[in-house]
């Protein structure tokens, strides 16, 4: 006989769990809270990045799981105070140790300093755990999906009506599903039968400096990292055009198939944005496929002033673009697009008999996500973003990109004017590669310069003043900036400047 395990103070617990007075009460201790955080923070007050070694957080991270739980028992009067003590001070140490992404002085990763209104709608979608996978499922976060992919790829270029897209958990997702559409397309039965093929293994080509997730993406296709050729770059690190065309006819010459061509807008080192025109007719003359991880520089497109930067992206036959990085959207919420719709079933075929209803009406199975994406359950990843865009409509997404682009190529200009600091490009977009070479390095070797730039950056970082973070720039270490958080200013680059001289002077160098 199955018994009826429920205690009366399990019952107690699962109702406290779930309950809505616990849920409005804690809601509003939320709101104060992230207020007061955000008013401090925006304004530059306190640290960017609280740090502590691994060991420390994960000790003190257990220690509140070990912490005596609060007594939930109804009866008493001081329950829910008691809840919302503990509620504000696990909320106060979430807080008080992580990284402030909207702090003025953080300037460091492709990771932005969200809106934080487009995470209350993100708390929507969680709070109900609205997922997709098949339309029944989410119906509202499927049509909501569907009306940003249109609207995102029609800001890309692409024609009302004439191609598809998803979002999916993030660039390197993305990527990994765009290419193997491209793999699935060159390669057929590959996924039904391997990539196992008589003759030469097929190659990817791709920008030399790639993002890794791109070479990651061929270990995982089958392909192996191996058979990932880098194109050549020309002088500002953009693949170049007469090269690639060279390299796709030597091995067009010896009969290799090429399942892409994967290019950059822009490339993650010195965000380098590829001349995609002239590529699309190289990989067009060959009859390849392109692949454009657009995942930072897709947003451009927003932009009158930076839109240029992606002239052809619609021409690829496959995009990535990330909300999540230039799009100002919290973590995850990144788009594949496909100039060719009927390429989105490509990737993945799947007969999952209880999920997939063959019985659905009409057009509702071509919203059942699950088919074109790696996830199952997906969460509703597009509520942050298309509520951002519904409230303030699409030119808030140009004015951040406009903002943070000029910024970074007016940093470029404080530094070609100081001289103990070097830039090593000359930026198209936020993204700032440079050394502070102090004059007693000047004549040092360039391995030392390199070090030295990365002590300082060590101990910039840990002080808690800036976050930003380092590079290799033909094999010598450089510091590197990204600027995407919109409240950033040309003042809070000048500190950054003399905090850089500060913490050198600092460094022994003998
Ligand atoms: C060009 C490019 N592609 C892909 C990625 C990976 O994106 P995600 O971190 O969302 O996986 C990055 C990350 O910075 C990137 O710069």
New binding site residues.
Partial sequence: MITHAATAAARDRIAAAFSPELIGRLGHALAETMQAHFQTVNRGEGNVLNWNVPSVNVRLAHEHLSHKPVNVDPARSEFAAEIEDRFRSLVSTILARSNNLHHPHYIG??VPASSPIAALFDAVGSATNQVMAIYEMGPWASAVERSVVEAVGEQLGMSKGTFAGLITH????A?LTGLLTARNVCLAQSWESGVARPGRPPVMIVHADA?Y?ITRSAGILGLGTHQVIRAPLDHRRRMDPRGLDQLLTEYRDTSTQIVAVAA?A???PIGAFDPLPDIVEVCRKHDVWLHV?A??GGAAAFSDKYGHLVDGLAEADSI?C?A??MMFVP??C?FVFYRNPAHRFEAFRQDAPYLFDPSTPGETSDFDSGLMTIECTKRAAAYGLWGLWSMFGRQLFADMVDTTFDLGRRFAEMLNAEPDFECLHEPQCNIVVFRYIPDELRDAPPSQIGEFNRQVRRQLIESGEFYIVQTNINGVGALRVTIINPLTTEQHLSELLVALRRVGNSIDQT
């Fill in positions: 990763h492709q993030g660039g390197s997702l990527n993002h997730g950059c822009c490339a993650t991880d995942a930072h990535v990330d999540h990085k973590a995850l990144a």
